[in-house]
């Protein structure tokens, strides 16, 4: 990778926009996946991925000037969202040395939680897979299956390793948004359930308006950005949860306001925040996940997730999600559910969504919100999104632990995990685990029950 200092060029750049910094090249790292029609017979694509934008430097077109520092814009070169985006460039990625983003082997992502760097140090990483160097790999995942391989034993309680899927523009709103330049090769036009309110450009603009630094190199402005999100994975070694959440729009939008749903409007947002999820440990089976459980996270193994449709065609109505899990070659079907009131199934469907809601007393936004059909509209066209993070609001107590943190956890849906809920407070986390890692490997679509042997 070498460094180019920008030339009068730049300076000559006068459209509005979101600029392409030149000061590092942007090379993607190389993740092939496979695509089957039955066991044995899938074919190689040549797919890459992209660090999201909100990682990477951002600068003044014209030179080494940050735009951006520590967790405020600078006023001169961003006194406004749209004089910002055409001042500013965001740069390319070393994605090694900065980000410690690395492909131990074809087929294989490994994704480091600290990383020292020259600047410091880097927290988490979120990458996208792209088919092309300017494009997003659109997934169509109605009667499909998407499988993958998992390294979680280095991931303790209060990480969160995650592979999902947002409704992202197939460009980065490169094309929707005059303001952006970059695009997808430089991880534009994020987008996911809870209207995420830190990302520093959206549709083409700055968020600047309202920003406020919230701790750290993270700020949160007036603006968010939301779309549909499947999670198939959001894990550490000692707990997970897969987990639809529909929005009311089918593709980016940007919110404000109300919109966003944020505290207060939590159920009158755009998106479902909660989402439907299923937790096998929340679900009442204890002893399912985790080190030396039925699947045991302290050492590799594989996940299916199938979309299945009520005619059994790539366009029908979604109708349920199952969920597989292959070890040491053994395919062990997801844990059933053991909760009053919830019948003993091992997959989402609407009705598992509404006994599950009404046992813990949550409100069914999901359901609100249009369900599994509002989920497998969007599921038509979806950005795959790989991340490891730690959770600066509530420590992945969500996932992990005990929450509401206040609530009994004899409480039928208060305890998800048996974490200690301090174990996921970011500074403690960052400190005591920055050799944290997750890796992923061997990413397949396919045709149901098409991309894994049973033995
Ligand atoms: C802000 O940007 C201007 C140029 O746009 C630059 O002259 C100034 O030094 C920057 N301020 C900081 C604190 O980086
Ligand atoms: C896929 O495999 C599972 C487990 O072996 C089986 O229960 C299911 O019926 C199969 N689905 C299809 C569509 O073949």
């Given at each position: 990778m070498y460094k180019r200092v920008a030339t009068a060029?730049?300076?000559?750049?006068?459209?509005?926009g979101q600029q392409v910094g030149t000061l590092t090249a942007e090379k993607h790292p190389s993740l092939p996946i496979e695509v089957c029609t039955a066991p044995g017979s899938c074919t190689k694509e040549d797919t890459t991925v992209v660090l999201d934008a909100n990682w990477r430097w951002t600068h003044v077109t014209s030179g080494y000037?940050?735009?951006?520092?520590g967790n405020a814009w600078n006023t001169t070169a961003c006194p406004d969202g749209k004089t910002c985006a055409a001042n500013c460039a965001i740069d390319g990625a070393d994605y090694e040395k900065?980000?410690?983003?690395?492909?131990?082997?074809?087929?294989a992502l490994r994704l480091n939680f600290v990383t020292k760097n020259e600047n410091g140090q880097n927290v988490g990483s979120r990458v996208y897979l792209m088919a092309s160097d300017d494009k997003y790999r659109l997934f169509n995942l109605l009667n499909k299956e998407f499988t993958f391989d998992v390294d979680v034993s280095k991931l303790p309680c209060g990480l969160n390793g995650a592979v999902y899927f947002s409704e992202m523009d197939e460009d980065g709103g490169k094309s929707r948004f005059?303001?952006?330049?970059?695009?997808a090769k430089y991880g534009t036009g994020y987008c996911d359930s809870q209207c995420p309110q830190d990302i520093k450009f959206i549709n083409g603009e700055a968020n600047v308006e309202g920003w406020g630094g919230s701790d750290g190199n993270s700020g949160t402005g007036n603006y968010g950005t939301c779309c549909a999100e499947m999670d198939i994975w959001e894990a550490n070694l000692d707990a997970t949860a897969y987990t639809p959440h529909p929005c009311k729009v089918n593709e980016q939008t940007r919110c404000e306001g109300i919109d966003?749903?944020?505290?207060?409007n939590r159920y009158s947002g755009l998106c479902d925040k909660d989402g439907c999820d299923f937790n096998s440990f929340r679900m009442g089976n204890k002893d399912f996940y985790g080190p030396e459980k039925t699947v045991d996270t302290s050492k590799p193994f594989t996940i299916v997730t199938q979309f299945v449709t009520d005619d059994g065609t790539d366009s029908g109505t979604l109708k349920s999600i199952h969920r597989f899990y292959v070890q040491d070659g053994k395919v062990i079907p997801n844990s059933e559910t053991v909760i009053e009131g919830v019948d003993p199934v091992n997959y989402i469907s609407d009705e598992f969504c509404q006994q599950q809601k009404t046992a813990f007393g949550d409100n069914n936004y999901f359901a609100t919100v249009g369900g599994m059909a509002a989920m497998g509209k969007s599921l038509e066209k979806m950005v795959l999104v790989l991340s490891v993070w730690d959770d600066h609001a509530v420590s992945m107590n969500w996932l992990d632990s005990n929450y509401p943190t206040d609530a009994d956890p004899s409480k039928p849906g208060v305890a998800r995990g048996r974490c200690d809920p301090e174990a996921g407070l970011p500074e403690r986390v960052e400190k005591e685990h920055p050799d944290a890692y997750v890796v992923y490997s061997n990413l397949k679509l396919g045709a149901i029950n098409s991309t894994f042997t049973a033995a």
């Open positions: 060029l730049s300076f000559a750049s006068l459209v509005l000037t940050n735009c951006y520092t900065t980000y410690g983003i690395t492909t131990p082997q074809s087929g005059s303001g952006n330049k970059a695009g966003c749903g944020s505290g207060d």
